[in-house]
């Protein structure tokens, strides 16, 4: 059972172009980590966020933890080639932070 | 400072072999975690580890082990591969529980 859904699964645009990415759960989560994967290398850890309705933001990325601890989603503005990955959620429950459940992630592909 | 280290890069192996997997955890991080990734499960927690004690343990078959040594270093063994085992095993240290994760580049594992 797969209990972070991601949406959309695949996204091409062009450079310049904003984007969301959506991570969806029915589940509670204590934080929600977002990573990016590129080919032939392990996931890196973008951002952390631990609060109902926090919003984080990190160069032109934007990470928003919903009110209920459920949902998030990052936003990217004027995307660059270099933004080309796979991106991941990430939550992580109470007591067992290290067994991260991940979601089932968007591949992102900027072109010039 | 080094990252994480997972050895080998790939691997081929056949049905009913068994493999061993290692992973040298950035140094001063005494917490591993094992994930497999997939294209149709995404990535799976398997186990994890500190101070040479397993801390959680994921949903996969007994197939499936692991070990910590005193030195940190982890390796995870597989018995009686199916096909599919085939996988990217990703490998992640910390400096402790819950705290953030760095993976490895992972060992991609064909199974024949």
């Known amino acids: 059972t797969q209990l972070l859904e991601q949406s959309p699964q695949f996204l091409s645009i062009q450079e310049g172009e904003n984007l969301t990415v959506y991570c969806n759960s029915s589940?509670?989560?204590?934080?929600l980590q977002w990573y990016r994967q590129e080919p032939g290398e392990g996931p890196v850890l973008l951002v952390t966020?631990?609060?109902?309705?926090e919003v984080k933001k990190l160069k032109r990325l934007t990470f928003q933890f919903g009110d209920a601890r459920k949902d998030s989603s990052l936003h990217i503005t004027a995307a660059q080639p270099g933004d080309t990955g796979l991106y991941l959620c990430?939550?992580?429950?109470?007591?067992?932070?290290?067994?991260?459940?991940f979601g089932t992630g968007t591949r992102l592909q900027v072109t010039l | 400072k080094a990252g994480v280290t997972q050895t080998p890069r790939y691997l081929i192996k056949t049905r009913g072999q068994q493999v061993t997997l290692s992973c040298s955890p950035i140094?001063?991080?005494?917490?591993v975690s094992w994930y497999q990734q997939t294209p149709g499960q995404g990535l799976q927690f398997l186990f994890e580890?500190?101070?040479?004690?397993?801390?959680n343990k994921g949903n996969f078959p007994g197939r499936f082990s692991g070990r910590q040594f005193s030195n940190s270093r982890s390796e995870m063994n597989v018995s009686t591969l199916e096909l599919g085992d085939s996988a990217l095993y990703l490998c992640?240290?910390?400096?402790?529980?819950?705290?953030?994760?760095?993976f490895g580049s992972g060992t991609q594992l064909s199974v024949l």
């Open positions: 992640a240290s910390s400096t402790g529980p819950a705290k953030r994760l760095f």
């Open positions: 589940s509670v989560f204590s934080s």
């Open positions: 966020v631990v609060t109902g309705g």
């Open positions: 990430a939550g992580a429950r109470t007591g067992t932070a290290s067994k991260l459940t």
């Open positions: 140094s001063g991080h005494r917490s």
């Open positions: 580890y500190f101070s040479e004690t397993q801390r």
